[in-house]
C-alpha cells in the first residue's frame, strides 16, 4: 500500500528565515509526486509535479526536489503570505485511475 | 472559467441522518474524485467517478456512496453520520486522460456531525 509521511508536522518560522519540508514515501512505481499549497477552509493549491528522481521546480520561494524515497519543498526567505499547510501526494504506477495518497501536511507559520 | 464548485460550503447534522454534498467539475473534466479531510490530517481517497460508474474506492464503509451525472457533475451521499464522519470533504475533478494530472479542487463542504 503507498505510504506518505511529511515531516515536521508543523513549522513556525521568522520572516526571511528558509528552511524545508520533508514527504517520505513508499509507492509500487511512482508516476508522480504532487505539492500543495492549502488555506484554512480550503481546497488545495496546486503547486508542482515531479515525475523522476534528480528533478527540480521552483515557484518564486518555492523550490521543489525529488529523490527515490523523498521529496523536499525548501521554502527561501519566506513572507507571512506563505504561512499555509503543504501537503505531499503520490500517484502510483498501480493506482487505477487517479487516486493520489496524501501526508498528513506540515502548517507552516511565517511571523513578521 | 469556472473552477469545481462545491454546495453547500457549511453543513450541520444530528447523528444517524443522511446527507448529500454536491459538486460541479471544472469545465473540460469528465472525471470527479471525492476526499475526506479531518482536521489537521491530509485528505483521505473516498472514490472517483468516471463516465457515470464508481471507478475506484478508498476504505471507507457501504454508508458512503456517490454518483455521477451525465453533466460529469456529482454527489456524495452519507447514511446513518457518526460523529467521526465530521470532516471536510473535498471535491477534486481531472480528465481521465489526464494520467492523474490537473487535479482542481473544490473549497469543500465543512460537515458537522453532533
Known amino acids: 500500500e503507498d505510504q506518505v509521511t511529511q515531516s515536521p508536522e508543523a513549522l513556525r518560522l521568522q520572516e526571511g528565515e528558509s528552511s524545508s519540508l520533508n514527504c517520505s514515501y513508499t509507492?509500487?512505481?511512482?508516476?508522480?509526486l504532487f505539492w500543495y499549497r492549502q488555506d484554512p477552509g480550503k481546497g488545495p493549491e496546486f503547486l508542482f509535479t515531479?515525475?523522476?528522481a534528480g528533478e527540480e521546480k521552483e515557484k518564486e520561494r518555492l523550490k521543489a526536489t525529488l529523490t527515490k524515497k523523498e521529496s523536499f519543498l525548501h521554502i527561501t526567505a519566506p513572507k507571512p503570505e506563505d504561512s499555509a499547510t503543504y501537503l505531499c501526494?503520490?500517484?502510483?504506477?498501480?493506482?487505477?485511475?487517479?487516486?493520489?495518497?496524501f501526508g498528513g501536511g506540515t502548517r507552516v507559520l511565517v511571523k513578521p | 472559467d469556472a473552477g469545481v464548485t462545491q454546495s453547500p460550503t457549511h453543513l450541520i447534522k444530528t447523528r444517524g441522518q443522511q446527507v448529500t454534498l454536491r459538486c460541479s467539475p471544472k469545465?473540460?473534466?469528465?472525471?470527479v474524485s471525492w476526499y475526506q479531510q479531518a482536521l489537521g490530517q491530509g485528505p483521505q481517497f473516498i472514490f472517483q467517478?468516471?463516465?457515470?460508474?464508481?471507478?475506484q474506492r478508498g476504505n471507507f464503509p457501504d454508508r458512503f456512496s456517490g454518483h455521477q451525472f451525465p453533466n460529469y457533475s456529482s454527489e456524495l451521499n452519507v447514511n446513518a453520520l457518526l460523529l467521526g464522519d465530521s470532516a471536510l470533504y473535498l471535491c477534486?475533478?481531472?480528465?481521465?486522460?489526464?494520467?492523474?494530472?490537473?487535479?482542481?479542487f473544490g473549497s469543500g463542504t465543512r460537515l458537522t456531525v453532533v
Open positions: 477534486a475533478s481531472s480528465l481521465a486522460t489526464g494520467g492523474g494530472y490537473g487535479y482542481t
Open positions: 509507492v509500487s512505481g511512482l508516476r508522480g
Open positions: 515531479l515525475y523522476s
Open positions: 501526494a503520490v500517484l502510483s504506477i498501480k493506482a487505477a485511475g487517479n487516486k493520489l495518497t
Open positions: 469545465s473540460g473534466h469528465d472525471t
Open positions: 467517478y468516471y463516465e457515470e460508474e464508481e471507478r
